[in-house]
């Protein structure tokens, strides 16, 4: 287990000075930008113009944005934003994910987004890949927990299982067929198969997440975890986070050498990596797919 943690006990700075996946404290950096819409909805702050009533004479006029960093790990390659934000910062941004108010307050930063985001609600596209990739480690009908789920859409085997929980802080209504609990019902549960996909790039210290995920485990569940190859992470340049210069909510890109520390850091192993293509808005996406027991 990682030296950063103890006792399943992770030092929660503020502003980051290590490494989120494996601890190290060999970090660079290099300058950039909170988006507006995740700072209004974190913080409350939103960008203002600097003009001549300011009465600031040493003060170029212009537009100001909520500064941050852009940090990479010389020893794992993940990249990630110095803020870490904290439980209620999360909720202030996920609670009524993608609901009506979420999308108005987005598109005004963002025009277009009501679309990209209808294209979401539609489901995902590649849920049989997903499914193919996990077939061999599982028997049939599974008990599914999905934390992060959403409403349940876009989880596999949606037809295929005997017991279907989500866990999610976006409080939103979820699909017929699916329970909505909390963290502490599941708790007191074991399941076949934990889905946490496309989570854990949105998360400030993933090893809190998967800690908890371990307490809804036994030694026969599968946990499949999925996050996006950003990118800038893909052509496995040491320079590549130079290029990051603003963040939105996609807080940690994780190389593959990033992810499987994480997963040996909380007591995991992985029973299998993989990398896969699918379109998304017309274009190439790549993701990366592991699945995981308890060590």
């Known amino acids: 287990m990682s030296e950063y943690i103890k006792n399943e006990k992770i030092s929660h700075e503020r502003i980051a000075t290590y490494c989120v996946c494996c601890g190290s404290s060999k970090i660079t950096s290099t300058p950039a930008i909170l988006m507006p819409f995740v700072a209004e ?6 960008p203002i ?5 300011w009465g600031l004479h040493s003060i170029k006029k212009g537009y100001a944005y909520s500064i941050c960093k852009t940090l990479n790990c010389i020893e794992c390659g993940v990249v990630f934003l110095d803020i870490r934000f904290t439980e209620q910062e999360l909720r202030n941004i ?16 963002e025009p277009g987004y009501k679309q990209r985001n209808q294209n979401l609600i539609n489901g995902y596209q590649y849920i049989e890949e997903v499914e193919n990739f996990l077939n061999p480690f599982l028997t049939f009908p599974v008990a599914i927990l999905d934390w992060g789920g959403d409403t349940g859409s876009n989880t596999p085997y949606k037809n295929k299982n005997k017991l279907f929980d989500i866990y999610d802080i976006s409080n939103k209504n979820v699909i017929k067929g699916t329970c909505a609990i909390d963290k502490f019902t599941a708790f007191k549960k074991t399941y076949d198969l934990i889905v946490c996909s496309n989570v854990l790039e949105h998360i400030p210290y ?8 371990k307490k809804c485990m036994s030694q026969n569940t599968i946990l499949y975890i999925e996050v996006p190859l950003e990118s800038i992470m893909q052509n496995g340049s040491a320079n590549a986070y130079l290029n990051k210069k603003h963040w ?5 890109f994780y190389s593959e050498l990033a992810l499987a520390k994480l997963i040996q850091s909380v007591g995991l192993k992985s029973l299998s990596l993989n990398k896969l293509t699918i379109t998304a808005e017309g274009k190439p996406t790549c993701l990366l797919q592991i699945a995981c027991q308890l060590a």
């Open 206 to 213: 993933p090893a809190d997440i998967l800690f908890d995920i």
């Open 248 to 252: 939105h909510e996609h807080i940690n």
């Open 41 to 46: 909805k974190a913080f409350g702050w939103t």
């Open 49 to 53: 113009e600097i003009d001549e009533s």
């Open 94 to 109: 996920y609670n009524g994910y993608r609901a009506e108010e979420y999308v108005a307050l987005r598109e005004i930063y």
